[in-house]
């Protein structure tokens, strides 16, 4: 089974706090994703990457940072973490574009 | 604007019955639609649709694509308290990424 793993299931931080969000994928994909999910709004895309050192804005990658240095990690970081910035946070990964996503457990973040 | 869209946003249901949950969509080149069950923890992948006409079934659940009119719908017969969740529908169009819809609540009631 393709297993993505999230660090952190609860993180709580403060307002200004720098946080980083980490992801492994152990199936050797190219493809990697950061999400947020808050209600009513469904899932929206942070960022990407297709490959190590490759990344792409999403829909709303403001107040967001990300880095890939291993084909196998994804780690999303909030240079200043603002309150707006609390909401579940799902890392996906998959072979190809267009084929189904396999989802890590998500990072519930509470920033106070 | 690519927009995926869902209904009802939430539906409370009793053991037993059969729900109807709607997905439609706006895209430019339309590649894929598919359907997520998220629990408490991360969403699990149900179907993935390319076709138009062609019933893909899991089960009680099963759920059709017309790319004619832009839409897919789920269904769920015989409804159990475990099918209590959120559904995602996601559309991949060429070029892109996927667009998540809002998702449906589904409470399932004992």
Known sequence: DVKVTQSSRYLVKRTGEKVFLECVQDMDHENMFWYRQDPGLGLRLIYFSYDVKMKEKGDIPEGYSVSREKKERFSLILESASTNQTSMYLCASTTGLGNGYTFGSGTRLTVV | ?110
């Open chain 2, 1 to 110: 604007e690519d927009k995926v869209v869902q209904s009802p946003l939430s539906l409370v249901v009793h053991e037993g019955d059969t729900v109807t949950l709607n997905c439609s969509y706006e895209v430019t080149n339309f590649r894929s639609l598919l359907w997520y069950k998220q629990e408490k923890k991360a969403p699990t992948f149900l179907f993935m649709l390319t076709s138009s006409g062609i019933e893909k079934k899991s089960g009680r659940l099963s759920s059709i694509l017309d790319k004619k009119e832009l839409f897919s719908i789920l269904n769920i017969t015989a409804t159990q308290t475990g099918d209590s969740a959120i559904y995602l529908c996601a559309v991949y169009f060429h070029g892109q990424n996927f667009v998540f819809g809002p998702g449906t609540r589904l409470s399932v009631l004992p």
